[in-house]
């Protein structure tokens, strides 16, 4: 079955940088595009960044544009999200999600979730 | 405008059946898709597309949409529908947005 499996999260001090993992299986993980999104505590979803099934196109939320980067390689079936100069508002759950369309389908949906890595931002 | 907004709070009679609705200009252009999200899980996708559900979703779930308003529609709610209710669709810069979520509760 479809399965997505995040990792990497932990307790960091502002202004330190985290590199989070996410490893898929039971699906072509290179046929598909994938996103980072996140959950503050207490809080809703926050869509965070997308990146196009061959990695050649990627978007970001304006909050994290040019601190994250969002990269995979199709031969490990893994999806990385960098996050540097890392502040307490980026502390949440932070999931990867498949995308059942392309990047610019008119039906777009995240029809498979991780269960999520927790990133605290504390000093 | 990539915003779409949601009423914070919704409830609903044990067995009755319950609107919650997103607004928003990309709805007009997007179709909007719908997350069942419950304490300490992960989101999961009930509705896509005009109104399709995905395998294992129950038929109470449906959705449905007017000018730049969607709308989820539980029909003969039960006590595991209550849960967080986000909407998302597509921004104008191919990025993704969500609504704020909708609490459902079900007395």
């Known amino acids: 079955q479809v399965q997505l499996v995040e990792s990497g999260g932990g307790v960091v001090q502002p202004g330190m940088s985290l590199r989070l993992s996410c490893e898929a299986s039971?699906?072509?993980?290179?046929?598909?595009?994938v996103h980072w999104v996140r959950q503050a505590p207490g809080k809703g979803l926050e869509w965070v960044a997308v990146?196009?099934?061959?990695?050649?196109?990627?978007l970001y939320t304006d909050s994290v544009r040019g601190r994250f980067t969002i990269s995979r390689d199709n031969s490990r079936n893994t999806l990385y999200l960098q996050m540097d100069s890392l502040r307490a508002e980026d502390t949440a759950v932070y999931y990867c999600?498949?995308?059942?369309?392309?990047?610019?389908?008119?039906?777009?949906?995240?029809?498979?979730w991780g269960q999520g890595t927790l990133v605290s931002v504390s000093s | 405008s990539s915003e779409l907004t949601q009423d914070p709070i919704v409830s609903v009679a044990l067995g009755q059946t319950v609107r919650i609705a997103c607004q928003g200009d990309s709805l007009r252009k997007f179709y909007a898709s719908w997350y069942q999200q419950k304490p300490g899980q992960a989101p999961v996708l009930v509705i896509y597309?005009?109104?399709n559900r995905p395998s294992g979703i129950p038929d109470r779930f449906s959705g449905s949409s007017s000018g730049n308003t969607t709308s989820l529609t539980i029909t003969g709610a039960q006590a595991e529908d209550e849960a967080d209710y986000y909407c998302?669709?597509?921004?104008?810069?191919?990025?993704?947005?969500f609504g704020g979520g909708t609490k459902l509760t079900v007395l």
């Open positions: 990146l196009s099934y061959d990695g050649t196109n990627k």
């Open positions: 998302s669709s597509r921004g104008n810069r191919d990025n993704r947005v």
């Open positions: 039971g699906f072509t993980f290179s046929n598909y595009v």
């Open positions: 597309g005009k109104n």
């Open positions: 999600a498949r995308d059942r369309a392309t990047l610019t389908g008119v039906s777009p949906a995240f029809d498979s």
